[in-house]
């Protein structure tokens, strides 16, 4: 485990923390006005390889050669001149450290860091990270990677084998009730696909996408058919061999024989893709959170009734079925901008389109 001290004077700004994979949904931006909750589980911390914050630069600012060299292959709206390795933990897990008033950036309903580090050290002052807590945005505190330094505090204990992640089966439910920050009329919450399922399959569509090799695309039925098919059956050409997509992972996760492309789990602590024993040297790995992946395998079904006999005489039911939502599903653009533009596959002749149509196919509801 490690901490996180202040590279000014040393000051411990951490609780004890262990490192995890960054979630795909760190950097999401979610509706208008959402309440979303913290990103880190107590206790953890993750670190984002590219830099963040600003000075920003616009795609024209930025040479053709340093965009790829920062592996960015398509154009953006903007680039961080920020440095990169920041580490995020959960607000909670903050120590000895102060708001910087003049850097409330935001302020729609929180802070949302967009005017660089607005916490500083408690001690010696300075600015040490981004306690990001606006609407639309996950809660967190984002840490100045030139403004910390790491120190082990005790051995980290092995990551969990797939065989125990598996065997803890905790999933990612699709559904989930979403929040507004109050208003004049009281709080307001409805019944919603879950933010880090759109997020994660704006990540997988990307690879999808370049996975097809132009070609269409189909999914097995069920959730799976709900998340992804509609967006590949529009994104994609209809006509040629369709290339088959399936789920597989360890476990009780779906088998995987016959697939071309393979919708595969990532670590939640290493954030490694799941390899197959045998992998077949065409098939293409398309990255999934664990949980989801745990989900999409071995959905837990939504008992409109009591699966076995009546309510007693006198119990009033207080744990009603969750609701489906209203709309269909649809895939984070935001996320799915970021991962495909990080895709060398980016540069073939059909997926730049696809990008510069994005706006559209948001109106489409696509996205």
Not at 86 to 97: F, K, L, M, S
Not at 126 to 143: N, T
Not at 284 to 308: N, Q, T
Request: with cysteine; proline share 13%; glycine share 10%.
């Amino acid at each position: 485990m490690f901490v996180f001290v202040c590279a000014g004077c040393g000051a411990r700004l951490t609780t004890p923390l262990s490192q995890v994979a960054l979630p795909v949904h760190a950097h999401q931006k979610y509706g208008n006005g959402i309440q979303l909750p913290v990103l880190m589980e107590s206790g953890t911390f993750a670190v984002d390889p590219e830099p963040s914050g600003p000075p920003w630069r616009t795609w024209e600012e930025i040479d053709p050669d340093e965009a790829e060299a920062r592996g960015i292959h398509a154009p953006v709206h903007a680039v961080s001149g920020g440095a990169p390795g920041a580490i995020v933990i959960a607000p909670g897990d903050a120590r000895c450290t102060v708001l910087i008033p003049e850097k409330g950036g935001g302020y729609c309903c929180g802070l949302d860091g967009a005017d660089g580090p607005n916490m500083a050290c408690e001690a010696c002052g300075l600015p040490v990270a981004s306690r990001i807590d606006d609407c639309s945005l996950w809660q967190a505190v984002w840490l100045a990677p030139n403004a910390v330094c790491r120190r082990s505090v005790s051995a980290d204990a092995a990551p969990l084998s797939w065989a125990e992640l598996t065997a803890e089966g905790k999933g990612t439910p699709p559904f989930e009730p979403i929040a507004t920050w109050g208003s004049r009329l009281g709080s307001s919450h409805w019944w919603s696909w879950s933010p880090q399922w759109e997020a994660a399959a704006g990540q997988a569509l990307a690879h999808l996408l370049v996975a097809s090799e132009g070609r269409p695309v189909t999914v097995p039925d069920g959730l799976i058919a709900e998340v992804f098919q509609r967006a590949l059956d529009a994104l994609l050409p209809a006509g040629p061999p369709a290339r088959r997509a399936v789920l597989a992972g360890p476990g009780r996760l779906a088998p995987y024989a016959n697939g071309d492309i393979l919708l595969v789990p990532a670590h939640p602590q290493t954030g490694e893709t799941w390899t197959p024993p045998d992998p077949a040297a065409s098939a293409y790995s398309v990255p999934l959170p664990f949980g989801i992946c745990l989900w999409l395998a071995s959905p837990e079904p939504y008992l409109p009734v009591p699966a076995a006999g009546g309510m007693p005489d006198g119990v009033l039911r207080d744990d009603p079925p969750a609701l489906r939502p209203r709309h269909l599903f649809r895939a984070d653009p935001g996320v799915f901008q970021h991962a495909l533009v990080r895709l060398p596959a980016v540069r073939s002749p059909w997926l730049p389109e696809i990008l510069a149509n994005l706006t559209q196919h948001m109106r489409a509801r696509l996205f």
